[in-house]
Antibody, heavy 121, light 107 residues
Framework: QVQLVESGGGVVQPGKSLRLSCLAS????????IHWVRQAPGKGLEWLAV????????FYADSVKGRFTISRDLSKSTLFLQMNSLTPQDSALYYC??????????????WGQGTLVTVSS | DIQMTQSPSSLSAAVGDRVTITCRASQAISNSLAWYQEKPGKAPKLLIY???TLQSGVPSRFSGGGSGTDFTLTISSLQPEDVANYYCQKYDNSPFTFGPGTKVEIK
């Protein structure tokens, strides 16, 4: 079955960087787009970024464009989110999520359990 | 970018009540609209996609409707286990924006 496991969260100082990982299993990793979504404490869901199934294009929310970068390692079936210049407003539970086909415009059928990022001095 | 709004932001209803949440897109998104249920400590769960298609395993008391810019999520008979936050999302293209959410509680 499809499984997504996030890791890499933790406490980081403002202005520093952090790289999150999303280990995928149960499906052909390079056949589906994979998204990053976050939820700040007490707040709603915020879509952040997506890598297309062929990795030819990445798209980002305006709130993270230029600071966050999505990449992947096919050999490890792992998606990464490199987060730079972090601020306290980036503190959140970060999820990766994927869809049920290689089609771009699909809802998020599968979610990981999330990894918590806290930006604090 | 297309903005998503939801109303109400919260509601309280009795067990057995019919509950309706509205989602509005600032521009037409065809039927590329999904609804998710989010409970504390759990990942969001897809309930409905294509505006009205019930995801496998979701109770039939949940239903969705609408197209274009105006959409609804209805719970025909509210149950205690439906206490949660509910989010709509457009998925036609980037950005895959979520609505701000609706908190559903039992009266």
């Amino acid at each position: 079955q499809v499984q997504l496991v996030e890791s890499g969260g933790g406490v980081v100082q403002p202005g520093k960087s952090l790289r999150l990982s999303c280990l995928a299993s149960g499906f052909t990793f390079n056949h589906y787009p994979i998204h990053w979504v976050r939820q700040a404490p007490g707040k709603g869901l915020e879509w952040l970024a997506v890598m297309t199934y062929d990795a030819k294009k990445n798209f980002y929310a305006d709130s993270v464009k230029g600071r966050f970068t999505i990449s992947r390692d096919l050999s490890k079936s792992t998606l990464f989110l490199q987060m730079n210049s972090l601020t306290p407003q980036d503190s959140a539970l970060y999820y990766c999520a994927t869809v049920d086909t290689s089609v771009w415009s699909r809802p998020f059928h599968y979610w990981g359990q999330g990894t918590l990022v806290t930006v604090s001095s | 970018d297309i903005q998503m709004t939801q109303s109400p932001s919260s509601l309280s209803a009795a067990v057995g009540d019919r509950v309706t949440i509205t989602c509005r897109a600032s521009q037409a998104i065809s039927n590329s609209l999904a609804w998710y249920q989010e409970k504390p400590g759990k990942a969001p769960k897809l309930l409905i996609y294509g505006a009205s298609t019930l995801q496998s395993g979701v109770p039939s008391r949940f239903s969705g409707g609408g197209s274009g810019t105006d959409f609804t999520l209805t719970i025909s008979s509210l149950q205690p286990e439906d206490v949660a936050n509910y989010y709509c999302q457009k998925y036609d293209n980037s950005p895959f924006t979520f609505g701000p959410g609706t908190k559903v509680e039992i009266k």
